[in-house]
């Protein structure tokens, strides 16, 4: 098993930048694959990047390519998510997840059964 907390979450104007973190404990972290997923009030949880075990991998979806950046560091045992050019659609809570599906880069939610507590990012406009 693995648990996962995430950070970095914050309020930030239009433009700007953050990078969340996601801090993992358990064994084996180099060999999960790991995702970012966003939920906005009232709508489903989405896949906002993810990054294959071996790490050369990785998956962005449509609205955050060449905005969002995702990345690992297997001796600190974490998963970051750089996120620039932010705006107001951005605006959710954000949850880090860890699979130990290992065929293809994983995107979908039930392919995930670890996941972070969320942080919340809101982008003012």
């Known amino acids: 098993q693995v648990q996962l907390v995430e950070s970095g979450g914050g309020l930030v104007q239009a433009g700007g930048s953050l990078r969340l973190s996601c801090a993992a404990s358990?064994?084996?972290?180099?060999?999960?694959?790991l995702g970012w997923f966003r939920q906005a009030p009232g709508k489903e949880r989405d896949i906002v990047a993810a990054i294959r075990w071996e790490g050369t991998n990785t998956y962005y979806a449509d609205s955050v390519k060449g905005r969002f950046t995702i990345s690992r560091d297997n001796a600190k045992n974490t998963v970051y998510l750089q996120m620039n050019s932010l705006n107001a659609e951005d605006t959710a809570v954000y949850y880090c997840?860890?699979?130990?599906?290992?065929?293809?880069?994983?995107?979908?939610?039930?392919?995930?059964?670890?996941w972070g507590q969320g942080t919340q990012v809101t982008v003012s406009s």
């Open positions: 997840a860890a699979s130990t599906w290992r065929a293809s880069t994983p995107i979908l939610v039930r392919a995930y059964p670890y």
């Open positions: 358990g064994r084996a972290f180099s060999s999960y694959s």
